[in-house]
């Protein structure tokens, strides 16, 4: 008598990515700061849940001026205002990443 045993497959947890708008790397979303087109204009979206169209940038200084010179208006399917990009860029100055880590 034969006993066929079948193995559990353990399931990994979905993890979803994103895409960086600056460099264009894919990670994984909870790496990324998400920024927010609203009616406000743009804003970091640190908790990830505001409503609004979304994009993802590192917390690198170059993906941030990367972001900030075109990729991130198109992503977002709006024009940086420049308030917005006052705002964004005192963030980004927050962020203490001045160098590239990659």
């Known amino acids: ?13 979905h993890v979803p990515q994103r895409t960086c708008v600056g460099c264009r790397e894919v ?13 406000q204009g743009v804003l970091v979206d640190l908790t990830g849940k505001m409503n609004g169209r979304g994009a993802y940038l590192h917390d690198r200084s170059s993906c941030w001026e990367k972001g900030l ?3 991130l208006a198109h992503a977002l399917k709006t024009t940086l205002m420049d308030e ?13 990443n001045p160098e590239d880590t990659a």
């Open 27 to 39: 990670l994984p979303k909870r790496t990324l700061i998400r920024l927010v087109r609203s009616p």
């Open 69 to 71: 010179k075109g990729p």
């Open 84 to 96: 917005d990009r006052q705002r964004l860029t005192a963030f980004a100055a927050t962020l203490g």
């Open 1 to 13: 008598m034969e006993f066929v045993v079948a193995k559990k497959e353990s399931k990994r947890k």
